[in-house]
């Protein structure tokens, strides 16, 4: 029988290859090796812990996890002012570690109504690099991300004392990072799709559901306006990009 840190070492090795392939043909991947290995250890019948802990109308918990950030960008490929032509990447990733609330509103059967308020602390190092010189400059930007996501929870029947479960919902996000003379800055706000997935493991004395979960983000995250740059020749690596969006991949552990 595979032990949940056998589950837990699989799907951060599966996020490696998240971030290094393509990020749709992944995901369905990712679905169906926990479903299958959670659906191998189900299969013996076992008396049923806490067998009306579902029936809750309203039940409150936490929540503790790593996340990793992301940032796709829209880089223009235009020589700027002054002739140069930079282009920005994240070449690696750094975990970072976030913590939560849950409350939990019973709808039915298989519907739960769920808001969790997160805080996520992690950093982005950017890498910006012209063109023609191959110049290179190092942009490390610190994120203290407050999230209050309000999804849906449809959850399977219930095999024993496991029952899988997907989610969606949306999630406002306010960076309390403060963040100054940064040659190249994010917006403080934006608001995430996000879809997940999970199992509630049923325990002698309460629910640990370890999710997996993808954030998409909605809005344009680069800050145009810079009048607050020292050297006004910093303006060109915010000119030489178009757009810069969000994603955020989070590995949370809830206790319910």
Known sequence: MLSLQTISISIYRLIGIFFENNMSKRSLIFSLLLFFTLGVQAQRNKVQ????????????GFSIGTHVQDLRFVNRGEPGDNGETWYAEIPSFSPGFNVGLVSDLYLCEYLNLRFCPTMYFGNKT??????????????????????????????????N???????????????????????????????????????????????????????????????????????????????????????IVVLSFYFE
């Open 49 to 60: 812990r806490l067998p009306y802990i579902d029936q809750r109308l309203l039940h409150f």
């Open 126 to 159: 950017i890498e910006m690099r012209e063109n023609t010189s191959d110049e290179r400059k190092i942009v490390d930007i610190k994120s203290n991300y407050l999230s209050l996501p309000i999804s849906i929870k449809y959850g399977a029947k219930r095999l």
């Open 161 to 247: 004392n496991y029952r899988p479960y997907i989610t969606a919902g949306i999630s406002p996000t306010l960076d309390l990072a403060k963040k100054k003379n940064d040659i190249l800055r994010l917006k403080p706000y934006d608001t995430y799709l996000e879809i997940g997935f999970g199992c509630d493991i049923y325990l002698p004395f309460f629910k640990l559901i370890p999710e997996l979960k993808f954030c998409f983000g909605l809005g344009n995250m680069l800050e145009k306006k810079r009048n607050d740059l020292q050297d006004p020749l910093d303006y060109k690596y915010t000119q030489s990009q178009k757009k810069i969006t969000s994603q």
